[in-house]
C-alpha cells in the first residue's frame, strides 16, 4: 500500500462569530498577509536604525517614512495582486465578467502581479520623497521572504495551489474532490506534493536567511541593488524549481495540454508560474551586475 500523509485536520477559519445576523471570519490567510506586513515593517525599521548598513552610513530612509510607505505597499499588494492574477491568469473570463474584478474575497491573487504592484507603488514614493530608491528596494527585498512563507502556509492550510501526483513517502492526500482525482494514476484517492510548503521553504526560510546574511553579514547593503537582484534571482529560481512539482492552474489544463503549458517549445513546455519567473530571473541577474560594476 501507498506510504503517503492524510492532510491534517485544520481549518481555514481561525474562528468564526455572526453579528447582527451576519457571519464574519478571520481566515488563517488573512492572517499570514496580516503578520507577513507587520514582520515586514518592523524588519525595515530595524535595517533603518542601523546606519553603517547603508552607502555612506546613510539609511535610505527614516523610521517615519516607512510607515508611511507601508500604506502604499498594501495597496501596490492588493491592486496589483488582483490585477495581475486578472491578465494573467483568467483575462477572458474578467473580461466577460468585469464587475467581479474587485472582488478579491472570491479569491484570486497573483504574486508577479503583487509584485509589480509593490515595484510601481516604491518608485512613485521614492521619487515623491526623495528616497534612494535602490536602497529601499533592498531593504524591502530582505522584508520580503517571511510574508512569502506564511502566504504559502496559508495556501497549504486552505487546501490550494497543490502539487502534480506523487507516491513520495510525504506526499499528500488533500481533502477536496478536485484534488483526489488524478486521471491514469494508478492510486485513488492520489496523493500529491505539498508544494506550498516547497514554496514556503525556497521562498521563505532559505531566500530570506541568504539575504539577511548578505545584509548583516556580508555588508551587502552599502552596494545598492545587490539585495534586490539576489531576490530577483532567488524567487525566480525557487518558483521555476517548485513549478516542477506544482499542479498546472486548471484553466490552462486541456485534453491536449494535460500539464497546463502555456509555452510549448521543441517537446518542452513552460508552466505561467516559470514563464513570468524568466524575467525576474533577468532583471535579478542584470541588476548583480550593475551592483557589481558599480561597486
Not at 501596490?76 to 490585477?83: A, H, K, S
Not at 530577483?232 to 518558483?239: H, N, Q, S, T, V
Amino acid at each position: 500500500m501507498q506510504a503517503v500523509l492524510t492532510f491534517p485536520d485544520l481549518s481555514p477559519e481561525i474562528f468564526s462569530i455572526s453579528l447582527f445576523g451576519m457571519q464574519f471570519a478571520l481566515r488563517w490567510y488573512a492572517l499570514a498577509y496580516i503578520a507577513g506586513i507587520v514582520i515586514g515593517w518592523r524588519l525595515v525599521v530595524a535595517l533603518m536604525r542601523r546606519p553603517a548598513l547603508w552607502p555612506h552610513d546613510r539609511p535610505p530612509m527614516t523610521p517615519e517614512q516607512v510607515e508611511e510607505l507601508l500604506t502604499w505597499i498594501i495597496l501596490g499588494v492588493i491592486l496589483g495582486g488582483r490585477l495581475g492574477f486578472v491578465l494573467f491568469y483568467q483575462p477572458g473570463y474578467y473580461l466577460s465578467h468585469p464587475a467581479e474584478i474587485l472582488m478579491v474575497w472570491q479569491g484570486g491573487m497573483s504574486f508577479h502581479g503583487g509584485f509589480l504592484g509593490v515595484v510601481v507603488a516604491l518608485t512613485v514614493f521614492a521619487r515623491k520623497h526623495g528616497v534612494a530608491l535602490m536602497s529601499a528596494a533592498d531593504a524591502l527585498a530582505v522584508a520580503t521572504p517571511p510574508g512569502l512563507m506564511l502566504g504559502r502556509i496559508a495556501n497549504f492550510i486552505n487546501a490550494e495551489l497543490w502539487g502534480r501526483p506523487s507516491d513520495l513517502p510525504w506526499a499528500v492526500v488533500f481533502p477536496t474532490e478536485m484534488a483526489q482525482f488524478c486521471p491514469g494514476w494508478a492510486s485513488v484517492p492520489c496523493a500529491r506534493h505539498p508544494s506550498q510548503l516547497y514554496e514556503a521553504g525556497l521562498e521563505g526560510l532559505v531566500l530570506g536567511a541568504v539575504l539577511l546574511i548578505l545584509v548583516l553579514g556580508r555588508g551587502a547593503g552599502r552596494h545598492p541593488g545587490r539585495l534586490t537582484g539576489v531576490f530577483f534571482l532567488g524567487y525566480g529560481l525557487a518558483r521555476f524549481t517548485v513549478e516542477l512539482f506544482r499542479q498546472a492552474d486548471y484553466q490552462f489544463i486541456t485534453p491536449d495540454n494535460p500539464m497546463g503549458h502555456v509555452l510549448h517549445w521543441h517537446g518542452m513546455g513552460l508552466s505561467m508560474g516559470q514563464l513570468l519567473s524568466l524575467p525576474m530571473m533577468a532583471v535579478g541577474l542584470g541588476l548583480l551586475w550593475h551592483a557589481r560594476r558599480r561597486a
